[in-house]
């Protein structure tokens, strides 16, 4: 059987409950914080930036490595353009951009 008997005298008691109430108090807080919709709006727009900053840093990190391995086919271990490979692309970008050109004059005309 549990022993009943208290020892603590009554300004003990109300301290006692004085203090459970303001520790109830502050959660009650607490909880009504958590709960107000701006808080959790809050934590829902702090969720996507973090999510948006994440993703857009691993497509930067993406991009960067694929500009690198770009870089790398046109130039040599020096920095010096390899001609023989920047030549027939710079061709193929003029030829692109005439044909693209005459056509739009062709469509204006």
């Known amino acids: ?3 009943t008997s208290d020892t603590r005298t009554p300004a003990q008691i109300e301290a006692d409950i004085r203090h459970r109430r303001q520790v109830l108090a502050a959660t009650l807080d607490e909880i009504g914080v958590r709960v107000h919709p701006k808080t959790i709006v809050g934590d829902a727009k702090a ?4 999510n ?9 990190v993406q991009v960067n490595r694929v500009v690198t391995e770009v870089k790398a086919q046109f130039t040599d271990e ?18 692109i951009v005439g ?8 469509r204006r005309g």
């Not at 948006?52 to 930067?60: E, F, N, Q």
């Open 78 to 95: 020096e920095g010096a353009p390899r001609l023989e490979r920047v030549v027939p692309v710079a061709l193929a970008v003029v030829g």
């Open 47 to 50: 969720k996507v930036v973090a």
């Open 1 to 3: 059987m549990a022993d």
């Open 99 to 106: 044909l693209l050109t005459l056509s739009t004059r062709r």
């Open 52 to 60: 948006l900053d994440h993703t857009v840093g691993r497509a930067y």
